[in-house]
């Protein structure tokens, strides 16, 4: 009886067993569905779900400024190279731009509300803008003449009453320039329509079909009430499809003014269309 528990010897295991055995044991350790590179499918499904989103919410965003009430997501930015203002009015003007400020048959000089010095229609004149009130209200309403009642004379309309007008006088007076000077009456509706950030501009009289004697320059003016966040106002006019070169207005004191010229060969009672935009201090655009 051998009482020596010897195990009986084992030839060694060549190098193909040794590996045989090893991927037995590591394949027991793993999952029966394992199935590597399927893994990141559905994640990767969902990125690319995600990144298409975002795409798209990109380019409604950059749509968006084109919309009212879109105000600061606008890539378009300040790009005038000419301005009109001139700053406030000389004084030695403030006489003449409140007598152009009165209707005929008003008993008294009109009340500057806002003014400002712009340049004119030709390149050697310039021109006095005004917001004003009539302290005088006359309270009768204008003779009807051919179913129209004729401005001035008699009183404001009854759209009218507040008394605020618009003014404009060009200077130095000159037969070349066509109209020397215009009045208009805000309409009381426009008036008490304050501006907002929904709608930083409320237009109060606006002309767009002011032209020279020879008829060579046409010019389109208005101006708005503005609200506290618009810190520039930018213009410019569309004649027969093509559009004119932007133009920087003005904004001071709650008010802002912009006016585009075009040259060419014009016609009486030919109209100039205007494009107009707004921006906050920081240039975003602001819906008008």
């Known amino acids: 009886m051998n009482t020596q528990l010897e195990p009986p010897r084992v030839p060694p295991l060549s190098a193909a067993e040794r590996s045989r055995l090893r991927n037995q044991v590591m394949d027991r350790t793993r999952p029966g569905d ?18 298409a989103v975002v795409a798209g919410t990109l380019v409604v965003t950059q749509k968006s400024p084109d919309d009212t009430g879109a105000a600061g997501t606008s890539t378009v930015s300040p790009e005038a190279k000419v301005g009109v203002d001139l700053g406030p009015v000389p004084q030695a003007d403030v006489a003449k731009i409140v007598a152009d400020c009165q209707f005929p048959d008003e008993p008294g000089p009109a009340q500057l509300v806002w003014s400002r010095h712009v340049r004119g229609i030709t390149k050697d004149s310039t021109a006095l803008v005004a917001v004003a009130l009539d302290t005088n209200k006359a309270t009768t309403q204008p003779p009807v003449i051919n179913g129209h009642r004729k401005p001035g004379g008699g009183g404001a309309p009854s759209t009218a009453k507040l008394g605020y007008r618009y003014c404009m006088t060009r200077t130095p007076p000159s037969g070349k320039l066509g109209a020397i000077g215009a009045v208009g009456r805000v309409d009381d509706k426009a008036w008490r329509t304050q501006p907002t950030q929904q709608r930083a501009l409320v237009a109060l009289g606006t002309t767009d079909g002011d032209f020279t004697n020879d008829l060579t320059t046409l010019q389109s003016w208005r101006l708005y009430r503005a609200h506290p966040d618009v810190a520039q106002v930018e213009a410019r006019y569309v004649l027969n499809g093509k559009t004119g070169p932007w133009t920087s207005g003005v904004v001071s004191d709650g008010f802002a003014y912009i006016e585009v010229q075009a040259n060419g060969k014009f016609t009486v009672g030919q109209k100039l269309k205007t494009e107009v935009r707004a921006f906050d201090a920081k240039g975003h655009q602001l819906p008008i």
Do not use: E, K, L, S
Request: hydrophobic content about 55%.
């Open 34 to 51: 394992h199935r590597p590179g399927r893994r990141w499918i559905a994640p990767a499904v969902a990125v690319g779900a995600v990144a």
